[in-house]
């Protein structure tokens, strides 16, 4: 504030300064033309009154003094001074929101996290998979794992779709990884056992079925197992020899 007042008083001298300028200019180019009209005039004598007038140095002084002030009057005009802007920018408050933009970023939808991802996902798979379309639900247990691969239930599900597709190698390794990631699920250590009964490791097999009865006694029922996770009439068929040796 304190320089915007200064730069007011100077702008009103440099005006004052030009505007004397300016007269004095005009006065100064009058005088030259009444000279040149008298040296084109015809020679007659005249007496006239004697008049005092400025010296031509004092004019020429003014008419520069006013060029001056202009050319500083223009120079603020279109260079604010930068005291001047950091005071302007002092004085400057933060604009209010707009309620639209307020009400835009009020609903604007929340990104789902990689887990919530991996869980719609791995839902859609089980509704392929339950429905028998083993392809299908392999391509989205893929898709869970690829958008959170600390997820474990996409590797158990997508290990019981290369079960039923033949590829058992692939879904002992994919069984291993899921209890790696959540050593209590029964349902890894069924499938597990389940599939290691099938290429003849019947030690680790009954291991491993026996920790999933452990973990859930449920494991032992073939009807439960169909109802509520889904396993299919043929690998309920391969761990029948399980349940026959461990459920009493």
């Known amino acids: ?15 004052e300064l030009f505007i004397i300028g300016l007269v004095f200019g005009l006065m100064a180019m009058r005088m030259f033309m009444r000279m040149f009209r008298r040296s084109e005039a015809p020679v007659v004598v005249v007496h006239w009154p004697e008049r005092r007038s400025a010296s031509p140095g004092c004019l020429r002084f003014f008419v520069v ?8 009057i223009i120079s603020s005009h279109f260079w604010p001074a930068q005291a001047d802007q950091q005071s302007l920018g002092a004085t400057m408050r933060p604009a209010t929101p707009s309620p639209l933009v307020g009400a835009m970023v009020a609903h604007t939808p929340t990104l789902t996290t990689p887990r919530e991802g991996a869980e ?27 958008a959170d691969p600390s997820y474990y239930e996409p590797y158990n599900n997508l290990a019981f779709c ?23 699920s029964p349902d890894a250590h069924a499938g597990l056992a ?15 079925y026996q920790r999933a009865l452990e973990l859930q ?13 889904y396993w299919s009439p043929k690998i309920l068929a391969d761990s029948q020899p399980l349940r026959g040796r461990l459920v009493l």
């Open 162 to 184: 290369l079960y039923e597709r033949g590829d058992i190698e692939r879904a002992i390794g994919l069984w291993h990884t899921a209890l790696q990631l959540d050593p209590g």
């Open 217 to 229: 006694p449920l494991y032992g029922n073939a009807d439960w197992m169909a109802q509520a996770r």
């Open 194 to 208: 389940t599939a290691l009964w099938m290429v003849g490791q019947h030690h680790e097999a009954q291991q491993s």
């Open 65 to 72: 003094l006013g060029l001056l002030a202009g050319g500083f």
């Open 120 to 146: 719609e996902k791995n839902r859609t798979g089980l509704a392929l998979f339950a429905g028998g379309d083993y392809a299908a639900a392999e391509v989205w247990f893929q898709a869970a794992i690829s």
């Open 1 to 15: 504030m304190f320089f915007s007042i200064i730069r007011l008083a100077a702008g009103a001298l440099a005006m």
